[in-house]
């Protein structure tokens, strides 16, 4: 960000285009393009009439997404600025305008979906994916941004479009103010234009990339030109400091009390009310409580027995005994140093206490049920309204033990009053090979103890009977797997709809060439076709024996989306006389009919109906048909959800792993009333490893989905009182059970080069001014998730961090630190880190390299949103990644990332760490190390 662009001579008021032979993703080989400053602002209808455009320098040589060859259809893109806004016209040239589409007509639409160009732009020199803004335009003037937050109701930018015999022209004008917060310490902003061009299937930008039109690293630069307004601001580079050659090094025990940073005080989820009885001790779990259950009781029952028991031997304890409420009659006064459990009808002693103690049931506004957990020194209530809500209440009851010192067990006096608000809490899960363990083991670890109900499990990947052809091979489920790990989710509570899809997304029906008489495109298989009647032979033979398989489910989840995104629809000459809309609401009712005639209900995905021409024909469906409707985007309103309901529609809104669309999705849900909420999961068909290795933030987003969709209200995003991906891993790992080592800071002083503060007056942190830095980072001896880190002071004069050069960085900052001195065996390294820019997903931004007393090394790569996060990501701040953070003076979250490694080889010292960054623009940067002996 703060090296300064190199301009090439010829610089002008003008746009300027610069770009080498390669198309890889390195800096040098990004292109160029300088504005145009106007001093009026052009009309935007459309037309580019404007004398300004004429002017203004073209800039174009789009190239092909992937393969970076020149796209066979023209793009070309102008530029310009004034005081108020950014200016872009698009020429998009098509020898075919006859087959140009532009199906959506609302704003806010999946405009992207049509002929269509993307605008993104990063107000930054370093582009990050958390601060890019993208502006869609289709070839009918419909228009969607989507930015790093949310969509804010008074959004002024502009759009209009007009086709033409040769070419079709978009214009836009987008306010600076749009794009706020702006950088502070800028050389340039970057940006990249791109095309979505339907009739010759062509993906192309301005600025190649490999994949992904939002792969920052290869967004091109936007240069202000010298006039007499520049729309970024640049102060200077950072310096470094030298270190005090006296200053501790190497390994220092820590033998006093860190400060604890983040309260370890909460229930996920938030209850609806906590009552503290502060003055009161907490229960003692001894060897001689019982656990008392209803005088008639069921094998539900002692599933939440089992429950109970089960963290107390994870804690260290031992299971307790169990006797009926009858043994104890109706005296309340029995009721000493036990855990009573059930329902108030069926269990006297639970009446008795309950009315003796006023403990009350609350009662639930959305036809949920509810529970009470009371806990006073003498004995715990876990009663609730169904054996259900008892089992939420004995999840509560699990969090709230704690292990002691003296490895008693206990659990503070409390009364939760507590219901859900969404009946539907579900999880989206796809099938792989390792489906019964990996799954068998997120309901036990994960989903149950966060009180999900319900699992759309997607099929693809089943062996069936009817059709082994469509079995993969090298990785399918087996059928005899599914009814255990039905067996699994009963035990917990949890229902499990089958999902088939239908009638696109058949990669899986058409694998191997497989059954390829019935794809409505035989050239590029997806879609059955409609009019064809051995594709309902197909389609209903599977279904029917999910419906077997499954135990008879009350729904079936009968997919649906995004059947026409591959391949020709229509193609078949019968479905092309009836249209795709009627296809799509024909094919629809008659799956619904099979599924009625099996005595079982529909789902399905929700995004095809809101298009232009399918609203129209929803009044035809049957009204009892569960939309699933993803919407993935952050927003303060989701008015498809709107939409559904005013047609009669029972709905369950869908998020994905952005805990801003999380919270925000499940925040309006609640307020329009609809069923329920459901995370779903895109992954791809991988295994337990691949899946938790690959996709971390979409497993970290089960804790998150799961709280708010029992409490939408609690907590506010940026108030989360715990780390998403530490709760996951606590109990996913039992990381808590029994860790308890000795801790020494591995001093980092004398290799420190630059300050976490900044100023008005002066550069020491990155030049964002003073509080746009990480000077409210608590120094001295503090605790992180249990693991306490030595900060250095912030002060502007005193180097508190080691900063490694990189692409935006100054040539002063050395892309290496060597020799940081351990001389010690440990069996673990907890390092506080992250990086002064941001990088693309998953990009190796640097590398620790630990060197042991023999002579071998082991190196710990730094991957980027994995392990490291720049201190300034937005999406990772939210709750993901960051080990610390507070908000910075320009409104952001701000933070530091945490790694803690394992060490393969304990028994041998480990003499010394080396950090080293692989030059790109991230530059990571090192707080502080402690080991674990």
């Known amino acids: 960000m703060l090296k300064r662009a190199v301009v090439l001579c010829g610089l002008l008021c003008c746009a300027l285009l610069v770009r080498s032979g390669a198309h890889g993703g390195t800096m040098s080989d990004v292109p160029v393009v300088v504005p145009t400053y106007v001093g009026y602002a052009p009309r935007v209808d459309g037309k580019i009439s404007d004398q300004m455009w004429a002017s203004t320098p073209a800039v174009g040589d789009f190239r092909l997404v992937g393969s970076g060859e020149p796209a066979t259809q023209l793009t070309k893109v102008r530029v310009c600025y004034d005081r108020a806004n950014l200016y872009l016209s698009f020429e998009c040239f098509e020898d075919q305008m006859d087959r140009v589409v532009a199906e959506y007509a609302n704003d806010g639409d999946p405009v992207w979906q049509d002929d269509s160009v993307e605008i993104w732009v990063s107000p930054y020199a370093v582009a990050d994916a958390s601060k890019s803004h993208q502006f869609v335009v289709n070839a009918a003037g419909a228009k969607t941004y989507l930015r790093p937050d949310w969509v804010r109701s008074d959004e002024k930018w502009r759009a209009a479009a007009t086709r033409m015999a040769d070419r079709w022209v978009a214009e836009v004008a987008i306010p600076f103010e749009t794009l706020r917060p702006l950088g502070r310490n800028e050389t340039c902003w970057r940006v990249n234009f791109c095309r979505n061009e339907i009739p010759h299937g062509e993906t192309s930008s301005w600025s190649h990339v490999e994949r992904w039109f939002s792969t920052c690293s290869r967004f091109g630069k936007l240069v202000p030109p010298e006039a007499a307004f520049r729309f970024c601001t640049f102060r200077g580079e950072p310096s470094v400091l030298k270190a005090d050659p006296s200053a501790p090094s190497g390994l220092e025990a820590i033998s006093e009390e860190a400060v604890p940073v983040r309260s370890s005080d909460y229930i996920i989820p938030e209850p609806q009310e906590v009552h503290r009885r502060f003055s009161k001790s907490s229960f003692v779990i001894e060897p001689e409580t019982r656990i008392v259950i209803d005088a008639d009781a069921r094998e539900e029952d002692l599933w939440t027995v089992d429950e109970i028991n089960a963290a107390l031997v994870k804690l260290g304890g031992k299971a307790l005994g169990v006797v009926h409420s009858s043994a104890f009659g109706d005296d309340p006064e029995s009721a000493r140093n036990v855990i009573i459990i059930g329902e108030s009808a069926r269990n006297r002693l639970l009446r008795a206490v309950c009315d003796r103690d006023a403990v009350r049931m609350p009662r639930s506004r959305y036809g949920t049920g509810a529970y009470v957990l009371d806990v006073l020194p003498e004995r715990i209530v876990v009663a609730g309204t169904t054996p259900v809500d008892t089992y939420y209440g004995m999840q509560t009851l699990k969090q709230l033990l704690k292990c002691e010192n003296g490895g008693a067990i206990t659990v503070p006096a409390v009364n939760v009053r507590d219901f859900a608000q969404f009946a539907f809490r579900g999880v989206h899960l796809l099938t792989a090979r390792d489906s019964l363990s990996y799954i068998g083991k997120l309901i036990d670890e994960v989903l149950a103890p966060l009180k999900v109900n319900h699992i759309v499990l997607q099929t693809d990947k089943i062996a069936w009977a009817s059709h082994p052809e469509v079995t993969d091979q090298a990785n399918f489920m087996p059928r005899e797997d599914v009814p255990k790990l039905l067996e699994v989710a009963r035990r917990h509570h949890i229902t499990v709809t089958p999902l088939v899809q239908s009638p696109g997304h058949l990669e899986w029906a058409f694998r191997n060439g497989s059954n390829l008489d019935i794809a409505e495109d035989p050239e590029k298989p997806y879609c059955y076709c409609m009019s064809n009647p051995k594709s309902y032979e197909f389609i209903f033979s599977v279904m029917d024996e999910a419906i077997d398989l499954f135990g008879h489910p009350e729904y079936l989840h009968a997919g649906r989306d995004e059947f026409d995104m591959q391949g020709r629809m229509p193609c078949d000459e019968k479905c092309k006389a009836i249209g795709k809309e009627d296809l799509y609401i024909r094919d629809t009712i008659r799956i619904y009919e099979h599924l009625k005639s099996k005595g079982c209900k529909m789902m399905m995905w929700g995004d095809v109906l809101t298009k232009t021409g399918y609203r129209s024909r929803v009044g035809s469906l049957p009204k009892d048909i569960v939309i699933n409707d993803w919407r993935y985007a952050p927003s303060t309103e989701y008015p498809t959800v709107d939409f559904y309901r005013s047609q009669g529609f029972p709905v369950v ?281």
């Not at 100023?759 to 249990?786: Q, T, V, Y």
């Not at 290496?816 to 990088?839: E, P, T």
């Open 653 to 933: 809104g869908c998020t994905w792993y952005d805990p801003r669309n999380i919270f925000t999705f499940s925040s309006y849900a609640a307020r329009c009333g609809i069923e329920g909420m459901m995370q779903t999961t895109w992954t791809g068909w991988k295994t337990e490893y691949e899946t938790l290795h690959d996709h971390p933030d979409q497993v970290y987003a089960y804790v998150l989905s799961a709280a708010w969709a029992w409490n939408p209200i609690r907590p506010a995003l940026d108030a989360l009182s715990y780390r998403p991906d530490c709760v996951f891993g606590k109990l996913w790992y039992g990381r808590d059970s029994a860790r308890c080592p000795d801790f020494s800071a591995v001093r980092v002083d004398r290799f420190c080069n630059i300050s976490r503060v900044d100023s008005g007056r002066a550069i020491g942190w990155l030049g964002r001014g003073r509080g746009n830095d990480l000077r409210e980072m608590p120094d001295g001896l503090i605790e992180l998730e249990g693991t306490p880190f030595r900060i250095l002071p912030a002060r502007l004069d005193a180097p508190a961090a080691v900063m490694l050069g990189g692409g935006a960085m100054p040539d002063t900052f050395a892309t290496s630190v060597k020799g940081i001195g351990v001389r010690a065996k440990v069996s673990a390294l907890n390092f506080l880190h992250g990086c002064a820019f941001a990088a693309d997903k998953g990009a190796k931004v640097g590398q620790y390299v630990v060197h042991y007393e023999d002579g071998k090394t082991q190196p710990i790569d730094l991957i980027y949103a994995r392990n490291i996060h720049a201190w300034d990501d937005q999406s990772a701040a939210m709750s993901y990644g960051f080990a610390w953070r507070t908000r910075a003076q320009d409104g952001r979250l701000v933070g530091v990332s945490e790694m803690r490694w394992t060490n393969p080889r304990p028994d041998v010292r480990v003499t010394s760490i080396d950090f080293t960054s692989t030059g790109t623009e991230a530059s990571p940067f090192l707080v502080a190390i402690t080991a674990e002996n």
